[in-house]
């Protein structure tokens, strides 16, 4: 058993931020109750509804005001991982010696709204105008190595920047349990907001169009996805390691996958030919057969594109007995780069605690237990993935 458990990733700790509030009982009562309101950003003009996460009291949650200045996905990924290194109790100060704990960042525009910050400044008024501060937080490392500094983690970073990060991350986070010389791994991904970025993606019409909005539009009404922001983190940990610790755990990440179609940019083959090597790939990495899965968590963006590839993949992949799929998306948004990480934490919640989330399981089909979710990941350029969660009896 303890060979076995050495190759098993256990999942110990989680921490999530967004606009549902702060930490996993927020996030999983929002979703239970159908979710946040939508409403344009406060941070910007516009008119595209949008899903803004909560500013994270840094000075009370870490007792300490150094980092409140910092950019929103910085703040974001601070919070997330304070939460989830607290609840994995695992000690992580700058005096910690031995085996290190690594890194594993994704997102898919990182410190965006500084990045524009450093524009405006340099087209308006020259480059004296530029913030030191805001040079040194528009790359994409920054949230991960502001993350390192504060919580004292030698161990390795990566950082992955895509439109769908979560099974890329976490398969990246399982590579690297592998070394002997890393002693856990945080998966985080973070996006936040941004003017620039919500415009560019306005037109590409995958935003849901603004209430009353006029403007011809191939989406239904209410169809179209919602941009939102946040940050997701897990504690990633051998088997073995978790149990010598008694460390709780909550789930297992039974097996990851990341693809892409090589198709087009911006619109994937609809085929979803991608999407069902992810998920072939998925449950061969975890060993696990289709008719195991008990719930499907869904990439798609509640668009048309989305939706008819899913569709497509799901009936390649399961047949017609595929598990039940729901979606989060209309709940609290479409996180971009955090957006899968977002279910994922929600399908270690699910396999925790045995069940879903009411407004996911109105009919109580899973009121016997939910043992194993799959959650598939859909990016922009062709980029998939999916991740298989699973309780443990460990």
Known sequence: MASDLARRVAITGAGVIGSFGLGTEAFWDSIG????????CTR??????????VKPDLRRLLQSGRNSRMSLVSQFAIAAVHLALSQ?????????????????????????STTQEIYDDLIEHGPTAVKPRAFQESVFNAPASLASIQFGLKGPIQVLAASVCAPAVLHQAQMLLAHPDVKAVIALCADELCEAVQSALRVLRWH???????????????????????????????????????????????????????????RPA????????????????????????????????????DDRLEAAALRSVFGDTAPPVASIKGDIGHAMGAAAMFDVTLAVEMVRRGRAPASLDAAGTHAGGIGTILCTGIGLNGMFGAVLIRGTAW
């Open 44 to 53: 910007y003009p516009g008119t595209l509804p949008c899903a803004e996460a």
């Open 33 to 40: 109750a159908g979710g946040t309101k939508f409403a344009p």
């Open 270 to 305: 609809q085929d979803g030919r991608g999407l069902i090597a992810a998920m072939h790939g998925c449950l061969a990495d975890a060993e696990e057969s289709p008719e195991a899965v008990d719930m499907i968590l869904s990439a798609s963006a509640n668009t048309d594109v």
């Open 88 to 112: 994995a109790r695992l000690p992580a100060g700058q005096g910690a010696s031995g085996r290190a704990i690594g890194i594993v960042f994704g997102t898919s525009h990182g410190p965006g």
């Open 208 to 266: 849901r169009p603004a209430a009353g909005a006029d403007e011809p539009s191939p989406s239904r009404p209410g169809r179209g996805a919602v941009s939102s922001e946040g940050a997701a983190a897990l504690v990633l940990e051998r088997g073995d390691d978790a149990l010598a610790r008694r460390a709780s755990v909550l789930a297992e990440m039974a097996g990851a996958a990341s693809t892409n179609d090589a198709w087009k940019l911006v």
